[in-house]
């Protein structure tokens, strides 16, 4: 029932800021918590940083920590990450996804998931 759609991609060069939006629509009463997760060309799908609705407790992936930061606008049910620093590592395509779960514990636990946007950033 729940939508999720994110937007904010784009080329940069390394040492630049892009923030992602992740914007949650429809049936939005089961969602707990968000995630953004990232896929690179030949890597697996890994997760880069969640947050929960009620509480607003955060999560990031040690490759992010420091650079990354997630937010959210209750009100708006949309969901942030600003990214700050960016590496060439950090090229992938980004997905956002909602969880039902209120502090889901892996990817299985998002049940609906964006359609990706491209962040690629060069050197």
């Known amino acids: 029932q729940v939508a999720v759609l994110e937007s904010g991609g784009g080329l940069v060069q390394a040492g630049d800021s892009l923030r992602l939006s992740c914007a949650a629509s429809?049936?939005?009463?089961?969602?707990?918590?968000m995630g953004w997760f990232r896929q690179a060309p030949g890597r697996e799908r890994e997760v880069v940083a969640r947050?929960?609705?009620?509480?607003?407790?955060?999560y990031y992936a040690d490759s992010v920590k420091g650079r990354f930061t997630i937010s959210r606008d209750v009100a708006k049910h949309t969901v942030y990450l600003q990214m700050n620093s960016l590496k060439p590592e950090d090229t992938a395509v980004y997905y956002c996804?909602?969880?039902?779960?209120?502090?889901?514990?892996?990817?299985?636990?998002?049940?609906?998931w964006g359609q990706g946007t491209q962040v690629t950033v060069s050197s």
């Open positions: 429809g049936n939005t009463f089961f969602s707990r918590a």
């Open positions: 947050i929960t609705w009620s509480g607003g407790s955060t």
């Open positions: 996804a909602a969880s039902s779960v209120s502090w889901p514990r892996s990817a299985e636990a998002f049940g609906v």
